[in-house]
Every structure is written in structure tokens, then in C-alpha cells.
């Protein structure tokens, strides 16, 4: 079985650029999520999608982050403009979701750095 | 406010002893807890979880020890294996794993041969 797929892996960019990652969660997961990872620090949650629906992006700075999941599949996150301090690994992770106690697969991430 | 916390940002053992990797957390709603092993270049990779429903939960070498009242979990691994060499992150959740997971900030384990 394929685990979750992110592209890129590594993204160097400029700030104030716009950037974009791409996920692909395991087949048949019907719920996905973004996290951030700084540095030294554990992932947090920026947005969870139930299929198409995002159910939790309290967390998602939307001045300039954005999400989409088209069709209940794979999912986008872009940064625009990005900032230095958005530097850091983004990981997509995908579970079930359809009973409780469902665990949760990631992917490699994408390292992003703002210079 | 971190509401799950790896108090030892890293920990040494010997191939063949005991490692014991410990977790608190503030937050008692929580009811559910995992384990995740990261490597390097690689994303958290699950390994053990247990319901508060719970004390112990047991697979092959890992073991995770659940107490509610101390709200306290250690993981233990036994024998440690070089393999075992990575960071490992406590992770807690309400109402199951399918709701965000809160992530502590990790200990790194070095199992020297």
C-alpha cells in the first residue's frame, strides 16, 4: 500500500514569493491534515479535512495561507506572500476517519525555506 | 501552553537495555495516546497507541503505560536496538486519533551498539 505522497520535498524560496505543496493521501482516507513542524518543536495542526469540508482550520493563518481539497482526494496548501519565519517542514497526514481511534499516516513533508 | 510535554529533549541507552521515554500532559479531556518514531528526511511513523480506558498497552519490544491521575505516559523499550536511534513525539487527542493529534516536542533516543 502507498503511504502519502507530498511533493516538493524541499522548496527554497524569497520572501514575500508565493508557494504552493501538494498532498496525496493514502487510498481510501477520507480525512486529511496539515501540519506545521518548526524546528526543535513537535507538528501542529493547521487545517483537518473530513473529504471536501474543512472541519478544523481554526489554526490556518488565512492572511496568507490557503488550502483546497478538490473532490476528496489531494489537497494543496499555498503561502502567499511567504514570510521568514514561515520557514519550516510541512507534513500531510491522512487516517480512516470513519470510527474513533484511527491513527494517523504522514508523509515525508516538504521542508520550505524563506531566504 | 503546552499541553503535552517531553521534558527530556534526549536520552542515551546501550543496545540491549531498558529505554524509558516519559510524556505528561495538562489536559484531561484527553483520551486517547500515541507514539510516533521520526527519523531523519522521513515524517512521523506511528508505533504504539493506548485509550485512557487503559493502563497498558503492549506490542512486541514497546510498551506504553497509561497512569490518568498523574496524567503520565512512558513508553519502554525492550531490548533496545541501534534501529531504535530516532525521535520519538507523544501525541494526545480527544474523542480518538481521527481528531487532531498534540504533539509534545520530542526526545532523542541514541541506542549506542
Known amino acids: 500500500e502507498a503511504g502519502v505522497v507530498q511533493s516538493p520535498r524541499y522548496k527554497i524560496i524569497e520572501k514575500k514569493q508565493p508557494v504552493a505543496f501538494w498532498c496525496n493521501p493514502i487510498?481510501?482516507?477520507?480525512?486529511l491534515y496539515w501540519y506545521l513542524q518548526n524546528l526543535g518543536q513537535g507538528p501542529e495542526l493547521l487545517i483537518r479535512?473530513?473529504?471536501?469540508?474543512?472541519?478544523?482550520d481554526s489554526q490556518l493563518p488565512k492572511d496568507r495561507f490557503s488550502a483546497e481539497r478538490l473532490k476528496g482526494v489531494d489537497s494543496t496548501l499555498k503561502i502567499q506572500p511567504a514570510e521568514l519565519g514561515d520557514s519550516a517542514v510541512y507534513l500531510c497526514?491522512?487516517?480512516?476517519?470513519?470510527?474513533?481511534?484511527?491513527?494517523?499516516?504522514f508523509g515525508p513533508g516538504t521542508r520550505l525555506t524563506v531566504l | 501552553d503546552q499541553q503535552v510535554k517531553q521534558n527530556s529533549p534526549s536520552l542515551s541507552v546501550q543496545e540491549g537495555r531498558i529505554s524509558i521515554l516519559n510524556c505528561d500532559y495538562t489536559?484531561?479531556?484527553?483520551?486517547?495516546f500515541l507514539w510516533y518514531k521520526k527519523y531523519p528526511a522521513e515524517g512521523p511513523t506511528f508505533l504504539i497507541s493506548?485509550?485512557?480506558?487503559?493502563d497498558k498497552n503492549e506490542d512486541g519490544r514497546f510498551t506504553v503505560f497509561l497512569n490518568k491521575s498523574a496524567k503520565h505516559l512512558s513508553l519502554h523499550i525492550v531490548p533496545s536496538q541501534p534501529g531504535d536511534s530516532a525521535v520519538y513525539f507523544c501525541?494526545?487527542?480527544?474523542?480518538?486519533?481521527?481528531?487532531?493529534?498534540?504533539f509534545g516536542k520530542g526526545t532523542k533516543l541514541t541506542v549506542n551498539p
Open positions: 497526514a491522512s487516517s480512516l476517519g470513519n470510527d474513533l481511534y484511527n491513527e494517523q499516516f
Open positions: 487510498s481510501g482516507h477520507n480525512t
Open positions: 479535512y473530513e473529504n471536501e469540508e474543512a472541519v478544523d
Open positions: 489536559n484531561s479531556m484527553f483520551d486517547y
Open positions: 493506548i485509550s485512557s480506558i487503559k
Open positions: 501525541a494526545a487527542s480527544i474523542q480518538g486519533g481521527s481528531e487532531k493529534l498534540v
